[in-house]
């Protein structure tokens, strides 16, 4: 009987064949699996590789102990290619995983809708994803707990924002607040308040946008965001200010979070900083600098799955010349550019965590 630790220090292939040579059960699939959740911020193609081992001796259980195992393995693999951007493989694995739910216990069913969810929100399936995550809901709200209910909700409340019902959104993200308990995923708890103060500044409701945002501190955001959790508030206080009109502390905010994202921030969330930059200093008078940000934007861009068209609007914006920076030809796509390239954006930086509604997989 192969054991969890027995792959371990071993390289890929070894971990195959040890899967497949020997006997296993469900322990050793439910270990596996914890593996595979542990590594998926850290090294997500590590974390492929584990819930690919999880997939092969899933395949392997007799039929009674596969029965909820193997779509949970097969859904969570799916997953893992959703995050590498293998959409092609990703819709495939989650499709039979699907199938295979089923006759699955409730959460595990809840399980893959939600991770489902994910990845139809990726290739923007925006309608098919919203009732899966409410059929999600539907019994994680009668078989699981209060706090995945409103993970789940999170999750539903990023599709109601880019499909620009953002009333809706923020209706469904007080819900979850309600929902979350701090004392399990207080980072969790974080994101959400940070979601919802920016979705109450782009409706201009910027007296609850402050509020919201004022009631976490900078240091909670430092502590559990660490240093993507100091450049996000440095941002958001920026734009509340932007909507105040108050450009030189918009800019000074925009710029200290610009000088601490550095190269570890992803390209679409620094491209649309330099964005919000850009604005702030067109509006300050700085245009060369302003010039200067929506050609770095411009290449950030380049690297992105952004339509063409997009690319082509912000290559427009880079060649203009700054004394052509103050018309309303420029201002005008720009913020048409920077609200479409939103669209591609996350909130908080990153999609929500599918639901993950058996983090250590029961093996009873």
Aim: hydrophobic share 45%.
């Amino acid at each position: 009987m192969v054991r969890a630790e027995d792959l371990m220090g071993c390289d890929y292939g070894e971990q195959r064949r040890l899967i497949l040579k020997a006997a296993v059960d469900e322990r050793l699939v439910a270990a596996v699996l914890r593996e595979a959740f542990a590594l998926r911020s850290k090294d997500p193609e590590q974390a492929r590789n584990w819930c690919h081992l999880a997939v092969l001796a899933a395949r392997r259980l007799p039929t009674s102990g596969a029965k909820d195992l193997l779509p949970q393995c097969l859904a969570n693999l799916g997953n893992a290619h959703r995050v590498l951007r293998d959409f092609e493989r990703a819709g495939e694995l989650l499709r039979e995983a699907e199938f295979l739910a089923e006759g699955a216990a409730p959460l595990i069913q809840a399980e893959v809708a939600s991770l489902y969810a994910s990845y139809l929100t990726d290739v923007r399936q925006l309608a098919a994803a919203e009732a899966r995550l409410r059929e999600a809901e539907a019994l994680t709200a009668r078989w699981g707990s209060r706090h995945d209910l409103g993970k789940l909700k999170v999750q539903r409340a990023y599709i109601q924002e880019i499909q620009g019902r953002t009333k809706e959104a923020i209706e469904t993200l007080t819900e979850a607040m309600n929902l979350l308990e701090g004392e399990r995923d207080l980072l969790l708890l974080l994101m959400t308040l940070h979601n919802l103060a920016d979705m109450l500044l782009s409706l201009g409701d910027f007296k609850q946008a402050w509020s919201v945002f004022e009631s976490v501190s900078d240091d909670a955001y430092c502590k559990l965001g660490g240093a993507k959790g100091r450049w996000l508030r440095l941002w958001l206080k920026g734009r509340l200010m932007a909507g105040e009109r108050r450009w030189h502390s918009a800019s000074l905010a925009y710029e200290e979070a610009r000088q601490l994202q550095g190269s570890d921030a992803g390209c679409l969330d620094r491209a649309i900083l330099e964005l919000d930059l850009v604005e702030a200093n067109v509006e300050l008078g700085d245009l060369g600098r302003a010039i200067e940000g929506a050609k770095r934007a411009s290449s950030l861009c380049s690297r992105l799955m952004v339509g063409p068209e997009l690319l082509v609007a912000l290559c427009a914006l880079a060649s203009f010349r700054p004394k052509e920076a103050r018309e309303e030809k420029f201002l005008t796509p720009l913020r048409q550019v920077r609200n479409d390239l939103r669209g591609y954006l996350y909130p908080f930086g990153s999609q929500p965590e599918p639901c993950s509604l058996s983090p250590d997989p029961c093996v009873s």
